[in-house]
């Protein structure tokens, strides 16, 4: 059986964004149950309309950005471009509870590349490479920690997956894991939630393409209302999700 590039790389994406990844993002909520709790998020247009606003101008369309330079810095063989672009990503968390949770799922993800069947010598020596200068869990008390962004886009590269796929495909992790969230914390229904993200996929393509163009420009964002509410649920009684 032949099977073509175009379709080998869907598979690759497919599995890198699959709610399945055991990567632990089904245990965070980046803010949203709190906002469900305090009553600014009930109904589906309040969902709608909070998840495009940080979709067009949050920190998360930054992150898709850094996901794309660490493709790129894999690409180009570039490894010592991980390393600034992760310690630059974890400086500029807001809070304690998005920081560690980008630590941990990007460690996570790490890991389980380490353990996907190698097909080359070359990607090989470049894993060795990554793991060397990446910090690892042990790191985590010192301050360190390898984010989830630099991650996806190791291993994106790493299975031949092209960068515009790479960002859609950030893009679209991230919003499916926050409808699943609001699904959790509000009478929302399954159904509802799959409404809300057939609605931002225009969004998704919108922001994938801002974050191509920042490439070549400084990053900047406007999230004050999302790590506000980061950081009410980090002291919230009653929770769902991790802190």
């Avoid at 389980?112 to 793991?131: M, T, Y």
Wanted: charged share 15%; net charge negative; aromatic share 10%.
């Amino acid at each position: 059986m032949i099977i073509n590039s175009d379709s080998w790389q869907l598979l690759r994406l497919l599995q890198l964004t699959s709610p399945a990844l055991p990567v632990g993002a089904y245990s965070y909520s980046e803010g949203i149950e709190y906002l469900c709790s305090n009553g600014t998020i009930q109904t589906e247009e309040d969902l709608c309309d909070w998840l495009k606003r940080e979709m067009h101008f949050g920190f998360v369309t930054n992150e898709a950005a850094i996901a794309l330079r660490a493709h790129q810095a894999v690409m180009s063989n570039n490894i010592t471009a991980l390393n600034y672009w992760n310690n630059w990503l974890s400086a500029t968390r807001e809070t304690e509870e998005v920081r560690l949770a980008s630590w941990q799922m990007g460690q996570s993800l790490m890991k389980l590349w380490q353990q996907l069947p190698e097909h080359r010598d070359d990607q090989f020596a470049i894993s060795k490479s990554i793991n060397e200068i990446l910090p690892t869990a042990k790191e985590n008390s010192l301050g360190k920690g390898c984010n989830y962004a630099i991650a996806f886009g190791v291993v994106a590269a790493s299975l031949g997956i092209d960068a515009n796929n790479t960002i859609i495909g950030y893009m679209y992790s991230w919003l499916s894991n926050l409808v699943s969230a609001a699904v959790r914390s509000v009478p929302f229904g399954q159904t509802l939630g799959q409404q809300v993200i057939f609605r931002l996929n225009p969004d998704i393509l919108c922001s994938s393409q801002l974050a191509l163009k920042l490439l070549d420009r400084e990053l900047e964002w406007c999230g004050w209302g999302a790590s506000l509410a980061s950081a009410n649920h980090e002291t919230q009684y009653s929770r769902l999700f991790r802190s």
